[in-house]
C-alpha cells in the first residue's frame, strides 16, 4: 500500500524571531511566516491602514518604489491572528522572493513532504496545515471579508477543499477554526494563486521572543533582502 512520505513534523517553531530588532525598525510588523517546506518564503508580515501601503514599500521603510513590496495582512483582519479568516497578501517577483514560491505547492510531491507552515507572532507561534492550494479569481469568494464565524463562513468551509489543484488530506474544518490565506499574482491580472491552511496549534513565546528548538534558526532583520523584480 502506498504511503506518502514525510519528515517528522515538528511542533515547535524551526525558526525564531528578535521581536525587540523588529519593532524597532517598524511597528507594523505584525507577524513572521515561514513556510518548512519552501524555506525562501520567511518573512516578516506586516499590516497598514489601508491595503496599499505596502504594495510597493519595503518593511525597512527605506523605499516606497520596490518592485517587491512587503508581504501584509488585510487591514480588515485582527493583527494578532485571531480572525476566523485572515488573508496575507505577497507579490510574484522575478527573482523568486516573497510569495513567488508558493506556486510550487502546485507539486503534489511538495505538499506531500511538508503540509506545514508557520506563522509566527511577539505572543505566540501557530502552526497551519494546508488544505487547499489553487487559482482563483480576483473577485472569487476567496476573497469574502466574512463578519464572524457564522453561517456564510460554515458555508465557505464547505467548499474550500474543493477548490484545491492538489490532494489534501480529509481534516475536518468548523466556524471554531482559524483559517489563514496567502494570496500572490500569476502574470494574469484576473486571477491570483492561493495557499490556505487551518491552524492546528499554538505555543506560547514566553517573554515576546521565540526561543524554538535548540538547533533552530534565527530569523533576523539581516535574514530578510528585498530584490528588485
Known amino acids: ?17 528578535d521581536w525587540d530588532e523588529l ?12 513556510f518548512t517546506g519552501l524555506p525562501q518564503i520567511s518573512y516578516p ?3 497598514a491602514d489601508d491595503n496599499e501601503y505596502y504594495v510597493h514599500r519595503t518593511y525597512d521603510l527605506s523605499s516606497d518604489t520596490s518592485k517587491a513590496g512587503c508581504i501584509f495582512m488585510d487591514y480588515r483582519m485582527a493583527d494578532d491572528f485571531s ?14 522572493s516573497m510569495l513567488s ?13 511538508e503540509p506545514y507552515f508557520w506563522i509566527l ?31 456564510e463562513f460554515e458555508e465557505y468551509l464547505q467548499k474550500i477543499k474543493s477548490y484545491s489543484d492538489i490532494k489534501t488530506e480529509d481534516t475536518e474544518l468548523t466556524i471554531k477554526d482559524k483559517i489563514v490565506t496567502l494570496s500572490t499574482c500569476t502574470g494574469n491580472e484576473s486571477t491570483r494563486f492561493v495557499v490556505q491552511g487551518k491552524r492546528v496549534n499554538a505555543e506560547d513565546t514566553g517573554s515576546g521572543e521565540n526561543t524554538g528548538s535548540a538547533d533552530s534558526d534565527a530569523a533576523s532583520v539581516d535574514s530578510v533582502t528585498v530584490q528588485e523584480g
Not at 501557530?126 to 464572524?148: C, H, M, P, Q, W
Open 83 to 96: 480572525s476566523p479568516y485572515s488573508i496575507i497578501y505577497g507579490h510574484n517577483v522575478r527573482d523568486g
Open 101 to 113: 514560491d508558493l506556486a510550487r505547492l502546485k507539486d503534489q510531491t511538495l505538499y506531500d513532504e
Open 1 to 17: 500500500k502506498y504511503r506518502k512520505k514525510r519528515k517528522r513534523i515538528s511542533k515547535s517553531a524551526p525558526i525564531s524571531v
Open 121 to 151: 507572532t511577539p505572543d505566540k507561534n501557530y502552526r497551519y496545515e494546508i488544505i487547499s492550494a489553487y487559482t482563483t479569481g480576483v473577485n472569487s469568494d476567496t476573497y469574502t471579508l466574512f463578519k464572524g464565524p457564522g453561517e
Open 23 to 34: 519593532k524597532k525598525i517598524n511597528e507594523d510588523i505584525i507577524g513572521w511566516v515561514y
Open 45 to 47: 508580515v506586516l499590516q
